[in-house]
Each structure stands twice: as C-alpha cells, then as structure tokens.
C-alpha cells in the first residue's frame, strides 16, 4: 500500500471487505499544460493564464498519486482503444519532442500517433508520480451513452476486486464554441451548457452526466462526452453520488476545462 492510502470498507452483508477504489481525478488535456510547448519553462506568476490550470492538475493529480500507484486513465478518441503501461508517446506532434511513458520500465519506441489523454496522463505520470504505472481505455466520442457508463462499471468491478489501490484518472475536456476565438468557433447555445456540464461534475451528479446528449454535445464540441460518462458509470454502483472536490472550472482559452477530485461517497 502507498504512502497516504487509507483502508476504506464497504458493507457486504454481515461482513465487510476491502474496497480497493477509494478516488478518481478529473482534468482537462490542453497540450499548454506542458510548458515546453508554449516556448517557456514552467511558470506560476499572475501573467500566465495557464498557470492556475497547471496548478489545479497537480493538486488533482497529486491526491490521486498520493493513494495510489496505479491508475487507468479514462478518456475519448476517434475509436475504442487500450493502451497498456509500456507505451512511450512524444509531444513532436504539437511542435516539441517532449517524451512521456506510461510507466518506469517503457522503453519502447515513441509512438507518434498516441491520443492526447494518453500523453498528457504519461506527461503528469513523470511529473508527479514517476514511479507510477498507467494503462488507457478510450472510449469512442460517438459511442452511445449507455456502452459508456457500461465500461465504467465495468472498470469499476475490476478496480474494486484488484489486489492494491488503484485509481482513475479521466482526462477530458467541455466545449470548444463557447466564444468566437474557441477552436470551434462561438455557438450561442454552449455557455449554459458548459455551466450545467460543470455543475454537474461538481456535484457528482451521475445522473444528470449519463443525460449527456451525444448530439448536442458533439455540436458544441464537448468531445469529453463518453469519458464523463465512463465516469458516471464508475460511481454507478455507490449509493449515494460521490464527494468532490472542484479545484478549477474555467475557460481561459474558449474551451471548458474542468479538474476535480471525486470519491465514492460515504467512504472515508
């Protein structure tokens, strides 16, 4: 068991049992958070609008690595798709060669067509916890709301019957419409959108995240649909919604970025 990692029960019965799954981590996948891509070595004064995201993903990240050493990291691409620990990615495709691996022992060669969640989560892996070890699952942006939360149970029966701690990390990001310098441009409708998707993942709302239109959201951007989702479905099985911890919830470069911290609630 790592340092920091507490022993959280669940009633079974008569009896009691060890649940591995005790916390999940939601951040967003701009390739800014990695300061080598904007040209300048990491900052935290007030002038960078990055630096206060930057700093929200690592205090996000940091309690995750603080229970466990393992994660899976939850979040949407072009198809369904693993990624195992010994995958080893480069950033060359955003302008820097900045190099990540998913794991201590990678040491395979840098495979250029890495999805972006699976790069920033190794990037954060050597920044925070080096000797952790990731494994990915995307889900498909397109898949149907309820193969979403489906894989999230999923997961989350693994997770809880796994042999140590283990903890999720889903990296995705809102809309990219909400003003007229987003990457998408300005659709009128994303504003309230985002403020109820960012409601919603502070509050834990599993329901009101599985209600996620696929439609809309794919009109507006929110390509982090089905990895919310996911996330919806790993929680599914609490009794009551789970305990979050919202560290940011902006837009300073016209799209949603989210981080929070979420726990199974009634589990200390």
């Known amino acids: 068991m790592v340092a920091g990692t507490c022993a959280c029960a669940a009633v079974v019965g008569n009896g009691y049992r060890y649940v591995v799954f005790s916390i999940a981590a939601l951040v967003p996948s701009p390739p800014i958070l990695v300061p080598e891509l904007g040209g300048a070595v990491a900052r935290a004064d007030r002038d ?53 691996a998913l794991s201590e022992s990678a040491a395979a060669d840098p495979d250029p067509e890495l999805p972006l969640p699976v790069l920033i989560a190794g990037w954060l892996r050597g920044l925070v916890a080096p000797e952790a070890t ?90 982090g649909r089905s990895a919310y989702q996911a996330l919806a479905g790993v929680f599914a099985a609490d009794a009551t919604d789970p305990r979050v911890e919202t560290l940011y919830r902006e837009a300073p470069f016209g799209v949603g970025y989210h981080v929070s911290v979420w726990r199974p609630g009634g589990v200390s």
């Open 48 to 100: 960078d609008p990055a630096a206060p995201l930057r700093a929200a993903v690592r205090r996000a990240v940091e309690s995750v690595a603080a229970v466990a050493s393992r994660w899976t990291v939850l979040g949407a691409g072009a198809g369904q798709r693993f990624v195992g620990p010994d995958a080893v990615g480069t950033f060359g495709g955003f302008g820097v060669d900045v190099r990540v």
């Open 134 to 223: 990731v494994e990915a699952r995307l889900l498909a942006a397109d898949a149907p709301a309820g193969d979403c939360a489906a894989a999230g149970a999923a997961l989350r029966r693994e997770l809880d019957a796994a042999a140590e701690p283990h903890a999720v990390l889903v990296v995705a990001d809102g809309a990219t419409t909400l003003t007229s310098k987003s990457p998408g441009y300005l659709d009128e409708r994303s504003a309230d959108r985002q403020r109820a998707l960012d409601d919603a993942l502070s509050a834990g709302d599993r329901d009101e995240l599985r209600a996620l239109d696929a439609g809309l959201c794919a009109e507006l951007g929110i390509a």
